[in-house]
């Protein structure tokens, strides 16, 4: 890891800025250790010429003092945004030739301030999944290692890639899209920062559609500062995603370091599970300790459906993804196998184009959506949806601003270790994060230690709608207090 890769993207952006290095010397940095770290199959594509123009040009605006906020930064892209002219693949088969015409919003949001394009990162098969496994371009291995042991781990997912890029300094920074927990768990398994804005925050336009409903990107770094000034210009209102609001977007770096005193904590009972490890249940205690201590009022409080959310997310997400994925018939995008007759080509080219994750889940989609079961699957999730979504009004109007939880039930499993038989196990893992999804809301995952194995552990902040500056001041008293966790390279 050099110096440059080892940055935070604020101390690029200021090195940059004061002309210590150049953005050409700074994506230069990153390229190489793209290069090195091939083994952990963090980059789907890789794209150097693209990143060595886009720095250049950065160098040239930085010289006529026209800097934009992200000026020379370098970036990873989540494979599940489109990218001009750069191929675009959510890691399915069926996408495996896809050259999306234009950027999507988030994107071109981001080459608008100016940051460089280092190359699209592996995920999940239609980001179904959390531990890189249905990836179509093949499983992403976390640059963490356990304690005394070369046992390949598991990054997380759906976002495995953005998150091992970041945690294995081959970015300053990535995109990552959060319909479960995507963004906040393979944070929580990297000892990265991940923020999953309230819904609506930022546009869906130009991200291949899982859930839209639950669907919202958002990023990845390895500090809070880091990921408040990505979201910045990821966020933005967006007249071609009609779901994303148009209430200006805050200077999020300067929630950064603002007191929390006086601040009420919400302690969630129902997130105390039985059989949860212990090293989970003491650092959900340490970050309790530490908000306390910097003026923080923690209250005990009760989110009487949360036992609902997983069971409901199960039903909810694959309903629609089996209505998103429909438009994947072999005739406009990628794959196409002949049949005898249309009827056919679409079945062969479906069967064919699609991973076992993500048939799953369009048959389980197209099930619950189907006459005779509408009302007893689907329209029960709802039901259960809008409970859920409730349970979190009733707290914040009773005073509490925010909810600190766990981020993940455990820390990083083996590859290939989980779901196997059973996948229902590989979706527990899910059971802290999809709450904040089906009720809309902002989670922040940050890093709070590491657990008796050299592990990264993560805690997760949940807070009222529209209010992410909260989280970013609440997650930077963790951080201070934390401290950074960085892992050994051995790739
Ligand atoms: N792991 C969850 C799933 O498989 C969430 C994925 C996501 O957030 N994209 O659906």
Redesign the pocket.
């Known amino acids: 890891m050099s110096e440059l890769t080892s940055l935070s993207l604020a101390a690029a952006r200021d090195g940059l800025a004061k002309k210590d290095f150049s953005a050409v010397e700074l994506a230069d940095a990153h390229l190489l250790a793209i290069e090195k770290a091939r083994a952990l199959n963090a980059y789907v594509l890789e794209t150097p010429e693209r990143a060595l123009a886009m720095a250049k040009a950065s160098d040239a605006r930085i010289h006529a003092g026209k800097a934009g906020a992200l000026e020379g930064i370098p970036l990873a892209v989540k494979d599940m945004f489109c990218t001009e002219g750069v191929r675009t693949t959510a890691c399915s088969k069926i996408l495996e030739n896809f050259v999306p015409t234009y950027d999507s919003t988030v994107t071109q949001h981001l080459w608008r301030d100016g940051a460089v394009m280092l190359g699209k990162t592996n995920n ?1 098969e239609f ?4 531990a890189n496994e249905t990836s179509y371009l093949g499983t992403v291995t976390s640059p963490w290692r356990r304690k005394g042991s070369n046992v390949a781990l598991t990054p997380g ?2 976002s495995g890639g953005s998150a091992a890029a970041v945690a294995a300094h081959l970015c300053l920074g990535a995109t990552g ?6 963004i906040r768990q393979p944070a929580a398994f990297t000892g990265t920062v991940g923020i999953k804005p309230t819904y609506g925050r930022v546009s869906r336009w130009g991200i291949v559609a ?1 859930a839209s409903s639950l669907d919202q990107a958002g990023p990845f770094a390895r500090t809070v500062r880091d990921t408040a000034i990505l979201l910045r210009s990821m966020a933005g209102h967006d007249p071609k995603d009609t779901t994303c609001t148009d209430k200006p977007v805050p200077d999020y770096e300067l929630a950064v370091g603002k007191s929390i005193k006086g601040l009420r904590v919400g302690i969630p009972k129902e997130y105390r599970l039985d059989g949860m490890p212990a090293e989970i249940e003491k650092i959900w205690e340490q970050g309790r300790e530490w908000l306390k201590a910097s003026g923080a009022e923690l209250v005990d409080v009760s989110l009487p459906h949360t036992q609902y959310a997983l069971p409901a997310y199960y039903i909810v ?1 694959p309903a629609e993804a089996s209505s998103n994925l429909a438009r994947y018939d072999g005739v406009r995008y990628g794959v196409r196998v002949p049949g005898k007759d249309i009827t056919e080509m679409y079945e062969k080219t479906r069967a064919d184009g699609f991973g076992a994750e993500v048939r799953r889940r369009i048959m389980i989609g197209t099930y619950v959506l189907s006459a005779g079961y509408y009302d007893a699957y689907y329209l029960r999730a709802q039901q259960v949806r809008t409970l859920i979504k409730r349970d979190f009004e009733t707290c914040f109007a009773n005073g509490v601003d925010m909810m600190l939880t766990p981020a993940t039930p455990s820390a990083a499993f083996g590859v290939g270790e989980k779901g196997k038989a059973d996948p229902v196990e590989m ?1 527990l ?2 059971v802290f994060t999809v709450t904040v999804n089906m009720a809309g809301l902002p989670g922040i995952a940050v890093p709070a230690g590491l657990d008796a194995q050299g592990l990264p552990l993560g805690l997760q902040l949940i807070g009222r709608p529209f209010d992410e500056e909260t989280l970013f001041s609440a997650a930077h008293v963790i951080e201070k207090a934390a401290g950074h966790f960085t892992a050994k390279a051995w790739w």
């Open positions: 999940d980001a179904m999944g959390s997912g759906s899209t959060d319909t479960g927990g995507s899982f997400a979706y893992n899910d």
